[in-house]
Nanobody
Framework: QVHLVESGGGSVQTGGSLRLSCVASERILSVDTMAWYRQSPGKKRELVGS???????VVAESVKGRFTITGDTVKKTVTLQMSRLKFEDTAVYYC????????????????????WGLGTLVTVSS
């Protein structure tokens, strides 16, 4: 069952912009930190940026000044605004939730250390 749903991926030319959104399902009661990771072919998954419940924001150096991450851990949403996209930004982008409290299929409340979305593909071409 998918609890984190990403949207907004697609194809864009270098220098263009895209906006990715992630929304947590109603079964997620709380999440401490929401983040975006990405993974390019042959590379490890890397953190792009995160938004914590205390309002702190982390942005990777490789995208600083081009990408902006905003979120709301009460509404359980996180958005990644990407501008001046480069070819090397091509990747599958994953939404991530840290320290997640949710309702299982059984109706029982539980806690997971982390949760991943299925990912959305961003392709940047010249």
């Amino acid at each position: 069952q998918v609890h984190l749903v990403e949207s907004g991926g697609g194809s864009v030319q270098t220098g263009g912009s895209l906006r990715l959104s992630c929304v947590a399902s109603e079964r997620i009661l709380s999440v401490d930190t929401m983040a975006w990771y990405r993974q390019s072919p042959g590379k490890k998954r890397e953190l792009v940026g995160s938004f914590a419940s205390d309002g702190s924001v982390v942005v990777a150096e490789s995208v600083k000044g081009r990408f902006t991450i905003t979120g709301d851990t009460v509404k359980k949403t996180v958005t990644l605004q990407m501008s001046r996209l480069k070819f090397e930004d091509t990747a599958v982008y994953y939404c991530h939730g840290d320290t997640v409290t949710l309702i299982h299929d059984t109706g029982i409340h539980g806690r997971l250390p982390e949760l991943w979305g299925l990912g959305t593909l961003v392709t940047v071409s010249s």
